[in-house]
């Protein structure tokens, strides 16, 4: 085993690591060990759990390949590279980031999230996201409310679904809010164009949803380990047979689920990069001009429209409502969209 530009890995502390490459051969004793397993023994420094989070973003190679299975067995004579991020601040700090105020008061606050914010800090998205916003639009008192690293946020939207978000302000706030999600008591419906008709027109999808084996970035219908998910869906608008306006209510709030539970009904939303792979067969359906604006769309074409819940304090019944976003109006107009239909019903 070596090591670039610092001390032997016995002496080093975890902490003073950020910023380096690890550098181990693997000798032929430990041939078929799990890779995590393997790496996190040989660094002296660092946990298993840490290695195994380092490996899923992609930052261990084995002669110069990506690994991103922690799961993957050593072999003898290679070499593994683990190249470790530089440190962060274990706090958000307040940016200037621009977002839409619906309603705000002493408890909470409403707002319409555009398309590519990332909703908290992660790997890769450390900053410009909506808490770093939230932090600077509501002060230094939101910090730690709900956990150091997602203050205020109760629910999430994925980077490129636009819509209705709330927040909270305050403790008290987020425990209420955060135990109305998990009870589904939460009025939440969604607008999305997909590929092809649904049938029925109105319905349900279900579906227990984990982790893909195959690709960590992505979610898929499992038998096993998933967790139970279900989609309510209505056809507003169809267009021809090649695509369909659609209104989503979600029983269960799991990651990527109205993405993945279409997509696995082979209706994908248009624009996704995850879940929709090839050009569906329905784009013949289409016009030229309607297929070019539906198979250029950047973005999943999903837009979080109403949000409803009970006021935290006062118990008023709050409702609110966004219109879709230009770019989605954009891609409805190419459709052949009736602007009435555009609406939650």
């Known amino acids: 085993m070596t090591q670039t530009g610092t001390p032997p890995l016995a002496s080093t502390p975890a902490g003073t690591l950020s910023g380096t490459s690890l550098v181990f051969i693997a000798a032929e004793e430990y041939a078929g060990d799990r890779v995590d397993r393997f790496v996190a023994a040989q660094s002296g420094s660092l946990s ?5 989070a380092l490996i899923e973003e992609g930052h261990l190679a084995g002669n110069a390949a990506p690994i991103t299975e922690p799961a993957e067995t050593v072999r003898a004579g290679m070499t593994y590279v683990l190249t470790i991020p530089p440190a962060t601040p274990a706090v958000p700090q307040g940016e200037r980031v621009e977002f839409d105020v619906l309603y705000e008061d002493a408890d909470l606050i409403v707002l319409n999230k555009p398309a590519g914010l990332v909703v908290h800090p992660a790997p890769g998205n450390e900053t410009g996201t909506l808490v770093n916003g939230l932090i600077a639009h509501c002060g230094e008192s939101l910090k730690g ?10 629910h999430r939207l994925d980077k490129d679904t636009s819509g209705l978000m709330v927040a909270a302000k305050t403790e008290q706030a987020h425990l209420a809010l955060s135990a109305d999600f998990a009870a589904r008591r939460i009025d939440r419906a969604y607008l999305a164009f997909c590929w092809g008709c649904p049938q029925p027109a109105e319905g349900e999808y279900e579906g227990d949803i984990g ?44 990651t990527h689920q109205i993405r993945v539970h279409f997509a696995a009904n082979g209706h994908p939303l248009m624009g996704d990069p995850v879940y929709l792979r090839r050009i569906p067969a329905a784009a013949k359906a289409l016009s030229s001009t309607a297929r070019a604006a539906a198979l250029d769309f950047p973005r999943q074409a999903l837009h979080a429209a109403r949000l409803g819940f009970t006021h935290p304090r006062n118990g008023e019944q709050m409702l609110f409502e966004a219109p879709m976003p230009e770019d989605m109006l954009a891609l409805g107009e190419a459709l052949g969209l009736n602007p009435k239909k555009a609406v939650i019903v």
């Open 48 to 52: 298993r759990s840490r290695v195994k």
């Open 145 to 154: 409310i709900g956990g150091e690293r997602r203050p205020g946020i109760v």
């Open 211 to 254: 982790r893909d084996k195959r690709d960590r970035k992505r979610m898929t219908i499992v038998t096993h380990g998933g967790k139970w998910a279900l989609t309510r869906y209505r056809t507003l608008q169809a267009f021809e047979m090649g695509a369909a306006l659609v209104q989503c209510r979600l029983a269960t709030g799991r």
